[in-house]
């Protein structure tokens, strides 16, 4: 269980995360929506211990982040390390020291190459590698799909079906809505910062059909295509 009371986060003047209240269970998949700017990765930065904040996040352990794995839009590759040194560091900050890590390569990557030489598709499939080779309790996914191939991504979808069955809790954003309908228990909308709906599987569809209203209105109409 994780507990989000109050969350507000601003830069100087600028509040990009306004009064937020969410609470996730065990077992289940959330989903994360709003456009560019509406709070998302910076809420996950708040879990992941990454930012400073007012509010309090409360979970069944403490710190939250020794136990959470975290996947960012663009994951932070140092520049002379391979892909097998890569996961290694990752699973040694938690303690795992005794993974065979080649037998694990789901995603079929060249291990013994710099990471920093991987495609954006391939460093961020050797960091969800990583991240789920920790044996995490918790999980965050930021737009893990984007730059992903086809075959990849339903792989991923199969994960995260997988980790909701081994009862972890697991946050995804995504502008893919297809992905979300497919593995998420809950759909969390964020706009400008603010909390506006939440809702269940039965309303994914209507929420998909308000999103894209509020999202294009007459914008189309604008471009006087012919």
Do not use: W
């Amino acid at each position: 269980m994780i507990k989000i009371n109050g969350l507000s986060k601003s830069y100087g003047k600028n509040e990009v995360l306004k009064n937020i209240h969410l609470e996730f269970e065990t077992g289940k998949v959330y989903g994360i929506v709003g456009e560019n700017g509406a709070g998302k990765t910076t809420l996950f930065r708040c879990m992941a211990g990454l930012e400073s904040y007012d509010g309090e996040i409360v979970s069944e352990v403490n710190p939250l982040e020794n136990h959470l794995g975290l996947l960012l839009t663009d994951p932070f590759i140092f520049s002379k390390i391979t892909g097998k040194e890569y996961i290694r560091l990752l699973c040694n900050a938690r303690g795992k020291t005794n993974i065979d890590i080649e037998s694990r390569n789901i995603f079929d990557l060249p291990l013994g190459q710099y990471a920093s030489t991987y495609s954006t598709g391939m460093k961020k499939k050797l960091a969800i590698t990583a991240i789920l080779l920790q044996e995490n309790d918790y999980f965050i996914f930021d737009e893990p799909f984007n730059g992903v191939d086809i075959q990849s991504n339903i792989i991923l979808i199969e994960i995260i079906l997988k980790l909701k069955a081994l009862h972890k809790i697991v946050l995804i954003s995504s502008h893919i809505f297809s992905t979300l309908s497919d593995t998420c228990d809950e759909i969390h909308l964020l706009r400008k910062g603010e909390q506006i709906k939440s809702v269940q599987r039965p309303e994914f569809q209507t929420l998909e059909q308000e999103m894209k209203s509020f999202l294009i209105g007459d914008r189309i109409e604008k471009l006087e295509l012919k």
